[in-house]
Structure formats: C-alpha cells, structure tokens
T-cell receptor, first 116, second 114 residues
Framework: DQQVKQNSPSLSVQEGRISILNCDYT??????FLWYKKYPAEGPTFLIS?????DKNEDGRFTVFLNKSAKHLSLHIVPSQPGDSAVYFC???????????????FGQGTILTVHP | DAGVTQSPTHLIKTRGQQVTLRCSPK?????VSWYQQALGQGPQFIFQ???????QRGNFPDRFSGHQFPNYSSELNVNALLLGDSALYLC?????????????FGPGTRLTVL
C-alpha cells in the first residue's frame, strides 16, 4: 500500500532552468508534508515543509505547492544548479492520530540531474 | 550545533547473528525515530522513542527492538538477522514526541548481512 508516490524516477534539467518534482498521496489523514534531499552515502537533508492549512511555502530557491483536493504536492527549484543534483524524497505525516501519527511516510524518490 | 550522529558507519554480519546500532540525537532533541532504507526505495518507519518508551511502530517484526536512554540517545537491535535485513538504517531526531513536525536525519549505518 503505497500511500505516498513519486511517479517520476528521474528528472534531467539544464542549469538555470526550473526543476519541478511531483508527489501524490492517498491518505486523507496526512496534514504535514516535507521534502528531503539525499546525496549518496549521506542521510536525507530536510529542505522545506508545508502544513495542510497552506497551499504554498517558499524558502529561497525552493517553493512547495500543495493541492489538497488533488492530493498532490510539488517542489519547484528556481534556478536549478548542478549542486542540486541528488535524490529528492517527499514525505508525509499526520498530527491527528491514527496509524500515520508520529511517523514519516516516504515516496520512492526522484533522481534530479542538473546539467551545466 | 551537533547534528544527528550514528555508529557504526558500516557493518557486516552473517545470517542468524544479532546487531546493535546507535544514535545520538541533534542537540536539544528528545525524540528518536528509526527507518530502514532498502536500495532504490524510500525510508520505511521502524519505530519511534520518546521519554524512553516506544511510542509508534511500523510494520516490522519483533526481531527489531530498541531502547532510548535518559540522555535521549537510542539503540536499534536486530536479532536473528536475515539476508533481507541488508539496508541503510537511518536515525532521525525531533523535539516533542510524536506530534513534532520535522525530523532531522543522521548519515545512516549501512548493514550488510551475508
């Protein structure tokens, strides 16, 4: 039962252009969403998050959009840089209780490659 | 500001053996969660410790157990190792128990079971 899905295994983008990474979820109890970046041989690094009471959150070059009706979120990186090349995971959690309370449920990840 | 640390970095064991992995949370954090990441997959939640008790548990067998110490550090124990237990084991820390928003991850321990 894959409650969080990242349907694009990989994405290739030119330096300076926009990178858009997508994520879909099925569990209506999820109310907090996060994006992590992971380099090989390192743990996931927190990038940005969004609560379900918002539909957009920005932090520098990173913006996360949440569409609750579609159960879809996306991460925009503008402009993309070669150092952004990594695996990106979306994750979701629930604060209202239930089996998803207190834990992060992750997607499978999307490999982003930014070409110079 | 010390981040999440884990030891050891790498570990090789044989089937049937037991293993203990260790985690020190980020300074000021009191909650530790453990995740298993298989190759090509996202991390899977094992369990979470807060106030020295297991608060939440994922779909992992009883062979996986843990402990949290008064200084908030934590151990993950796996008994009767199987080949399928080979994975990257990640520790994450947060503040305030299961209701915390953001978890911060350590570098992981790579476990290989032969």
């Amino acid at each position: 039962d894959q409650q969080v899905k990242q349907n694009s295994p990989s994405l290739s983008v030119q330096e300076g252009r926009i990178s858009i990474l997508n994520c879909d979820y099925t569990n209506s109890m999820f109310d907090y969403f996060l994006w992590y970046k992971k380099y090989p041989a390192e743990g996931p690094t927190f990038l940005i998050s969004i609560s379900s009471i918002k539909d957009k959150n920005e932090d520098g070059r990173f913006t996360v959009f949440l569409n609750k009706s579609a159960k879809h979120l996306s991460l925009h990186i503008v402009p993309s840089q070669p150092g952004d090349s990594a695996v990106y995971f979306c994750a979701a959690s629930a604060h209202a209780g239930g089996t998803s309370y207190g834990k992060l449920t992750f997607g499978q990840g999307t490999i982003l490659t930014v070409h110079p | 500001d010390a981040g999440v640390t884990q030891s050891p970095t790498h570990l090789i064991k044989t089937r049937g053996q037991q293993v203990t992995l260790r985690c020190s949370p980020k300074s000021g954090h009191d909650t530790v969660s453990w995740y298993q990441q298989a190759l090509g997959q996202g991390p899977q939640f094992i369990f979470q410790y807060y106030e020295e008790e297991e608060r939440q548990r994922g779909n992992f067998p009883d062979r996986f157990s843990g402990h949290q110490f008064p200084n908030y550090s934590s151990e993950l124990n796996v008994n009767a190792l199987l080949l399928g237990d080979s994975a990257l084991y990640l520790c994450a820390s947060s503040l305030g128990g299961p209701g915390a928003d953001t978890q911060y991850f350590g570098p992981g321990t790579r476990l290989t079971v032969l």
